[in-house]
Protein backbone atom coordinates (compact mmCIF):
# COMPACT_ATOMS: atom_id res chain seq x y z
CA UNK A 1 0.00 0.00 0.00
CA UNK A 2 1.25 3.12 -1.55
CA UNK A 3 0.26 7.06 0.03
CA UNK A 4 0.63 10.65 -1.57
CA UNK A 5 -0.69 13.27 -1.31
CA UNK A 6 -1.20 16.57 -3.95
CA UNK A 7 -1.30 19.70 -2.65
CA UNK A 8 -4.24 22.03 -5.06
CA UNK A 9 -2.45 25.57 -3.39
CA UNK A 10 -1.30 26.57 -6.68
CA UNK A 11 -5.34 26.25 -8.66
CA UNK A 12 -8.59 27.27 -7.33
CA UNK A 13 -9.83 24.47 -5.80
CA UNK A 14 -13.65 25.10 -6.21
CA UNK A 15 -12.24 24.93 -10.54
CA UNK A 16 -10.46 21.32 -9.32
CA UNK A 17 -13.46 19.88 -7.02
CA UNK A 18 -16.44 21.15 -9.26
CA UNK A 19 -19.72 22.55 -7.87
CA UNK A 20 -20.61 19.79 -5.59
CA UNK A 21 -17.79 18.24 -5.68
CA UNK A 22 -18.68 16.98 -9.68
CA UNK A 23 -15.44 16.76 -11.04
CA UNK A 24 -14.20 15.19 -7.66
CA UNK A 25 -16.39 12.26 -8.10
CA UNK A 26 -15.33 12.16 -12.03
CA UNK A 27 -11.72 11.81 -10.32
CA UNK A 28 -12.77 9.01 -7.87
CA UNK A 29 -14.65 7.21 -10.46
CA UNK A 30 -11.57 7.35 -12.99
CA UNK A 31 -9.46 5.27 -10.04
CA UNK A 32 -11.86 3.25 -8.52
CA UNK A 33 -9.03 1.00 -7.17
CA UNK A 34 -7.79 3.87 -4.89
CA UNK A 35 -8.74 5.50 -1.47
CA UNK A 36 -8.92 8.96 -2.61
CA UNK A 37 -9.99 11.59 0.15
CA UNK A 38 -10.02 15.58 0.09
CA UNK A 39 -8.86 17.83 3.00
CA UNK A 40 -9.04 21.26 2.48
CA UNK A 41 -6.36 22.13 -0.31
CA UNK A 42 -5.12 18.51 -0.27
CA UNK A 43 -5.51 15.41 -1.99
CA UNK A 44 -5.01 12.39 -0.35
CA UNK A 45 -4.61 9.13 -2.43
CA UNK A 46 -4.21 5.59 -0.85
CA UNK A 47 -3.76 2.05 -2.94
CA UNK A 48 -1.22 -0.15 -5.23
CA UNK A 49 1.98 1.74 -6.60
CA UNK A 50 1.28 1.49 -9.99
CA UNK A 51 -2.25 3.44 -9.17
CA UNK A 52 -1.14 6.06 -7.35
CA UNK A 53 1.83 6.95 -9.60
CA UNK A 54 -0.62 7.03 -12.55
CA UNK A 55 -3.08 9.04 -10.12
CA UNK A 56 -0.58 11.33 -9.61
CA UNK A 57 0.67 11.93 -13.20
CA UNK A 58 -3.21 12.57 -14.34
CA UNK A 59 -3.77 15.20 -11.31
CA UNK A 60 -0.68 16.96 -12.18
CA UNK A 61 -1.50 17.50 -15.41
CA UNK A 62 -5.15 18.51 -14.56
CA UNK A 63 -3.09 21.27 -11.96
CA UNK A 64 -1.14 22.48 -14.97
CA UNK A 65 -3.75 23.04 -17.01
CA UNK A 66 -5.13 25.28 -14.17
CA UNK A 67 -2.22 27.25 -13.63
CA UNK A 68 -2.44 28.34 -16.81
CA UNK A 69 -5.57 28.19 -17.73
CA UNK A 70 -7.67 28.91 -15.01
CA UNK A 71 -10.98 27.27 -15.85
CA UNK A 72 -11.66 23.26 -17.05
CA UNK A 73 -14.51 21.70 -18.28
CA UNK A 74 -16.05 18.69 -16.50
CA UNK A 75 -15.37 16.95 -20.12
CA UNK A 76 -11.67 17.93 -20.59
CA UNK A 77 -11.16 17.18 -16.79
CA UNK A 78 -12.64 13.57 -17.52
CA UNK A 79 -10.19 13.37 -20.50
CA UNK A 80 -7.18 13.96 -18.76
CA UNK A 81 -7.92 11.92 -16.16
CA UNK A 82 -8.87 9.08 -18.90
CA UNK A 83 -7.81 5.78 -19.94
CA UNK A 84 -4.08 5.69 -19.71
CA UNK A 85 -4.33 6.85 -23.80
CA UNK A 86 -1.06 8.96 -24.96
CA UNK A 87 -2.84 9.98 -28.24
CA UNK A 88 -5.58 11.97 -26.26
CA UNK A 89 -5.66 15.69 -27.62
CA UNK A 90 -4.43 16.85 -24.58
CA UNK A 91 -1.44 14.34 -23.73
CA UNK A 92 -0.92 15.55 -27.79
CA UNK A 93 -1.20 19.44 -27.23
CA UNK A 94 1.54 18.89 -24.12
CA UNK A 95 3.56 17.13 -26.21
CA UNK A 96 3.45 20.25 -28.97
CA UNK A 97 6.02 22.94 -29.10
CA UNK A 98 3.56 24.62 -31.56
CA UNK A 99 1.46 25.45 -28.48
CA UNK A 100 2.24 28.91 -27.07
CA UNK A 101 -0.56 28.89 -24.25
CA UNK A 102 -4.27 28.08 -23.39
CA UNK A 103 -6.48 30.40 -23.35
CA UNK A 104 -10.06 30.72 -21.61
CA UNK A 105 -12.54 27.07 -22.02
CA UNK A 106 -9.43 25.45 -23.55
CA UNK A 107 -8.48 27.47 -26.42
CA UNK A 108 -5.22 26.37 -28.02
CA UNK A 109 -3.16 29.04 -29.38
CA UNK A 110 -0.44 27.77 -31.14
CA UNK A 111 2.23 29.29 -33.14
CA UNK A 112 -0.06 27.91 -36.89
CA UNK A 113 2.70 29.28 -39.46
CA UNK A 114 6.38 28.36 -40.64
CA UNK A 115 7.33 32.12 -39.57
CA UNK A 116 4.97 31.98 -36.40
CA UNK A 117 7.11 29.55 -35.13
CA UNK A 118 10.52 30.90 -35.96
CA UNK A 119 8.74 34.31 -33.93
CA UNK A 120 7.94 31.68 -30.81
CA UNK A 121 11.65 30.11 -31.41
CA UNK A 122 13.40 33.51 -31.88
CA UNK A 123 11.58 34.81 -28.38
CA UNK A 124 13.61 32.08 -26.67
CA UNK A 125 17.15 32.99 -27.57
CA UNK A 126 16.60 36.71 -28.33
CA UNK A 127 15.60 39.76 -26.28
CA UNK A 128 14.63 42.19 -29.21
CA UNK A 129 12.55 41.00 -32.39
CA UNK A 130 11.02 42.69 -35.33
CA UNK A 131 8.60 40.32 -36.87
CA UNK A 132 7.34 42.51 -39.85
CA UNK A 133 4.89 41.27 -42.20
CA UNK A 134 1.64 42.25 -43.91
CA UNK A 135 -2.20 42.53 -42.83
CA UNK A 136 -3.46 38.82 -41.39
CA UNK A 137 -0.14 37.59 -40.62
CA UNK A 138 -0.55 36.85 -36.90
CA UNK A 139 2.35 39.12 -35.80
CA UNK A 140 0.77 40.95 -33.38
CA UNK A 141 -1.40 37.78 -31.94
CA UNK A 142 1.78 35.59 -32.05
CA UNK A 143 3.69 38.35 -29.97
CA UNK A 144 0.83 38.66 -27.47
CA UNK A 145 0.38 35.00 -27.26
CA UNK A 146 4.32 34.86 -25.95
CA UNK A 147 3.97 38.09 -23.45
CA UNK A 148 1.02 36.17 -21.75
CA UNK A 149 3.36 33.04 -21.88
CA UNK A 150 6.35 34.53 -20.36
CA UNK A 151 3.82 36.33 -17.28
CA UNK A 152 2.31 32.80 -16.79
CA UNK A 153 5.49 31.09 -16.20
CA UNK A 154 6.72 34.20 -14.22
CA UNK A 155 9.35 34.82 -16.62
CA UNK A 156 8.28 38.53 -16.59
CA UNK A 157 6.41 40.74 -14.19
CA UNK A 158 4.04 42.91 -16.29
CA UNK A 159 2.87 43.19 -20.16
CA UNK A 160 2.95 46.19 -21.38
CA UNK A 161 1.72 46.24 -25.11
CA UNK A 162 1.55 50.34 -26.77
CA UNK A 163 1.02 51.40 -30.34
CA UNK A 164 1.87 54.81 -32.02
CA UNK A 165 -1.79 56.74 -31.85
CA UNK A 166 -1.34 57.97 -35.46
CA UNK A 167 -4.38 58.60 -37.70
CA UNK A 168 -5.20 56.17 -40.74
CA UNK A 169 -7.25 58.94 -42.44
CA UNK A 170 -9.50 59.55 -39.94
CA UNK A 171 -9.22 62.25 -37.25
CA UNK A 172 -8.40 61.95 -33.84
CA UNK A 173 -10.65 65.40 -32.87
CA UNK A 174 -13.68 64.45 -34.78
CA UNK A 175 -14.21 61.19 -31.93
CA UNK A 176 -15.89 61.61 -29.40
CA UNK A 177 -14.72 61.52 -25.72
CA UNK A 178 -11.79 61.83 -23.44
CA UNK A 179 -8.53 61.17 -24.45
CA UNK A 180 -8.41 57.82 -23.54
CA UNK A 181 -11.86 57.06 -25.00
CA UNK A 182 -10.63 58.80 -28.33
CA UNK A 183 -7.02 56.42 -28.62
CA UNK A 184 -8.89 53.24 -27.03
CA UNK A 185 -9.78 52.73 -30.66
CA UNK A 186 -6.41 52.54 -31.98
CA UNK A 187 -5.55 49.67 -29.18
CA UNK A 188 -8.54 47.60 -29.60
CA UNK A 189 -6.52 44.91 -31.64
CA UNK A 190 -4.27 44.48 -28.14
CA UNK A 191 -7.89 43.95 -26.59
CA UNK A 192 -8.86 41.47 -28.93
CA UNK A 193 -5.84 39.49 -28.64
CA UNK A 194 -5.95 39.42 -24.63
CA UNK A 195 -9.35 38.91 -24.44
CA UNK A 196 -8.56 35.44 -26.61
CA UNK A 197 -6.10 34.39 -23.91
CA UNK A 198 -6.93 35.75 -20.32
CA UNK A 199 -10.12 35.04 -18.29
CA UNK A 200 -12.05 38.26 -18.23
CA UNK A 201 -12.19 38.40 -14.71
CA UNK A 202 -8.11 38.09 -14.42
CA UNK A 203 -7.78 40.46 -17.52
CA UNK A 204 -9.53 42.67 -15.18
CA UNK A 205 -7.42 42.08 -12.19
CA UNK A 206 -4.12 42.34 -14.39
CA UNK A 207 -5.41 45.68 -16.05
CA UNK A 208 -6.45 47.27 -12.88
CA UNK A 209 -2.93 46.79 -11.02
CA UNK A 210 -1.21 47.57 -14.15
CA UNK A 211 0.23 44.30 -14.45
CA UNK A 212 -0.97 44.98 -17.61
CA UNK A 213 -0.50 48.64 -19.18
CA UNK A 214 -1.87 49.18 -22.72
CA UNK A 215 -0.91 53.07 -23.82
CA UNK A 216 0.07 54.86 -26.84
CA UNK A 217 3.97 55.39 -27.63
CA UNK A 218 4.15 58.63 -26.78
CA UNK A 219 3.52 57.23 -22.83
CA UNK A 220 6.66 55.13 -23.02
CA UNK A 221 8.89 58.44 -22.77
CA UNK A 222 11.16 58.97 -19.91
CA UNK A 223 10.42 55.36 -18.15
CA UNK A 224 12.73 52.11 -17.70
CA UNK A 225 10.54 48.58 -18.54
CA UNK A 226 12.25 46.49 -16.73
CA UNK A 227 11.23 42.90 -15.99
CA UNK A 228 7.94 43.57 -18.51
CA UNK A 229 7.78 42.01 -21.99
CA UNK A 230 6.93 44.89 -23.83
CA UNK A 231 5.12 44.97 -27.41
CA UNK A 232 5.31 47.83 -30.11
CA UNK A 233 2.53 46.98 -32.47
CA UNK A 234 2.20 49.08 -35.81
CA UNK A 235 5.94 50.20 -35.28
CA UNK A 236 5.36 51.34 -39.04
CA UNK A 237 3.98 54.17 -37.79
CA UNK A 238 6.51 55.14 -35.57
CA UNK A 239 8.59 58.16 -36.46
CA UNK A 240 12.89 57.01 -36.01
CA UNK A 241 13.23 59.36 -33.15
CA UNK A 242 9.88 57.76 -31.39
CA UNK A 243 11.30 54.26 -32.23
CA UNK A 244 14.46 54.75 -30.54
CA UNK A 245 12.95 56.00 -28.07
CA UNK A 246 11.09 53.47 -27.43
CA UNK A 247 14.08 50.94 -27.94
CA UNK A 248 16.09 52.82 -25.33
CA UNK A 249 13.17 52.06 -22.69
CA UNK A 250 14.12 48.37 -22.48
CA UNK A 251 15.33 47.13 -19.06
CA UNK A 252 17.56 44.42 -18.60
CA UNK A 253 15.38 41.75 -17.37
CA UNK A 254 12.59 42.97 -20.11
CA UNK A 255 11.92 41.46 -23.87
CA UNK A 256 10.48 43.47 -27.02
CA UNK A 257 9.09 42.53 -29.63
CA UNK A 258 8.37 45.01 -32.53
CA UNK A 259 5.95 44.37 -34.84
CA UNK A 260 5.07 46.54 -37.92
CA UNK A 261 3.46 46.47 -42.02
CA UNK A 262 5.88 48.74 -44.08
CA UNK A 263 2.74 48.46 -47.08
CA UNK A 264 0.72 49.84 -44.45
CA UNK A 265 2.35 53.40 -43.17
CA UNK A 266 0.37 56.42 -42.41
CA UNK A 267 2.34 59.29 -41.49
CA UNK A 268 2.58 61.97 -42.77
CA UNK A 269 4.35 62.29 -46.16
CA UNK A 270 7.01 64.21 -45.10
CA UNK A 271 7.66 61.80 -42.07
CA UNK A 272 9.60 58.79 -42.48
CA UNK A 273 8.62 55.25 -40.99
CA UNK A 274 11.48 54.34 -38.55
CA UNK A 275 10.69 50.98 -38.81
CA UNK A 276 12.79 50.79 -42.13
CA UNK A 277 15.98 52.56 -40.71
CA UNK A 278 15.87 50.32 -37.37
CA UNK A 279 15.58 47.06 -39.46
CA UNK A 280 18.34 48.02 -41.65
CA UNK A 281 21.00 49.09 -38.92
CA UNK A 282 19.96 46.71 -36.20
CA UNK A 283 19.80 43.47 -38.17
CA UNK A 284 23.22 42.06 -37.15
CA UNK A 285 23.06 42.94 -33.73
CA UNK A 286 23.75 39.98 -31.28
CA UNK A 287 20.59 39.26 -29.37
CA UNK A 288 18.21 41.45 -31.97
CA UNK A 289 15.93 39.00 -34.34
CA UNK A 290 14.39 39.95 -37.42
CA UNK A 291 11.57 37.48 -38.63
CA UNK A 292 9.81 38.54 -42.05
CA UNK A 293 6.19 37.26 -42.39
CA UNK A 294 4.35 37.14 -46.26
CA UNK A 295 1.11 35.85 -47.90
CA UNK A 296 2.17 32.35 -46.43
CA UNK A 297 1.23 33.44 -42.98
CA UNK A 298 -1.93 34.56 -43.53
CA UNK A 299 -4.36 33.10 -41.45
CA UNK A 300 -7.37 35.27 -41.92
CA UNK A 301 -10.18 34.56 -44.74
CA UNK A 302 -8.88 32.19 -47.88
CA UNK A 303 -9.62 35.87 -49.86
CA UNK A 304 -6.83 37.98 -47.68
CA UNK A 305 -3.81 35.87 -49.35
CA UNK A 306 -5.17 36.99 -52.05
CA UNK A 307 -6.01 40.56 -51.85
CA UNK A 308 -2.51 41.51 -50.54
CA UNK A 309 -0.88 39.64 -53.81
CA UNK A 310 -2.83 41.89 -56.00
CA UNK A 311 -1.63 45.46 -53.75
CA UNK A 312 2.15 43.89 -53.74
CA UNK A 313 1.37 43.26 -58.04
CA UNK A 314 -0.29 46.70 -58.27
CA UNK A 315 2.81 48.60 -56.08
CA UNK A 316 5.11 47.01 -58.34
CA UNK A 317 3.19 47.85 -61.65
CA UNK A 318 3.45 51.59 -60.47
CA UNK A 319 7.37 51.81 -59.06
CA UNK A 320 8.01 50.46 -62.50
CA UNK A 321 5.84 52.82 -64.04
CA UNK A 322 7.51 55.64 -62.12
CA UNK A 323 10.94 54.35 -62.76
CA UNK A 324 10.41 54.74 -66.62
CA UNK A 325 8.51 58.01 -66.19
CA UNK A 326 11.65 59.12 -64.53
CA UNK A 327 14.44 57.69 -66.85
CA UNK A 328 12.17 59.33 -69.54
CA UNK A 329 12.40 62.70 -67.91
CA UNK A 330 15.97 62.11 -67.77
CA UNK A 331 16.91 60.95 -71.36
CA UNK A 332 14.88 64.34 -72.38
CA UNK A 333 17.02 66.53 -70.06
CA UNK A 334 19.96 65.51 -71.74
CA UNK A 335 18.49 65.90 -74.78
CA UNK A 336 17.71 69.28 -74.25
CA UNK A 337 21.35 69.71 -72.57
Keep these: MTEAIISLETVNPIEFFGVNNSKFDILKRKFPLLKILSRGTQIKLAGQPE ?36 NSDFLKDEGSNDIIVFGPNGK ?6 QNQKMMANASEKNDVIFAVGPAGTGKTYTAVALAVRALKNKAVRKIILTR ?104 PKNQKSGLIKATKILRNIQGIAYIQLDEADVVRHRLVKQIIR ?15 NREAYRRLKEKKD
Excluded: C, W
Aim: no cysteine.
Design 51 to 86: EVANAQLRISQVIKYLERNGHLSENYFAEILGDEDE
Design 108 to 113: VIRAKT
Design 164 to 267: PAVEAGESLGFLPGDLKEKIDPYLRPLYDALDDMIPSDKLNYYMANRIIEIAPLAYMRGRTLDNAFIILDEAQNATDLQLKMFLTRIGASAKAIITGDLTQIDL
Design 310 to 324: AYDKDQEQEEQLENE
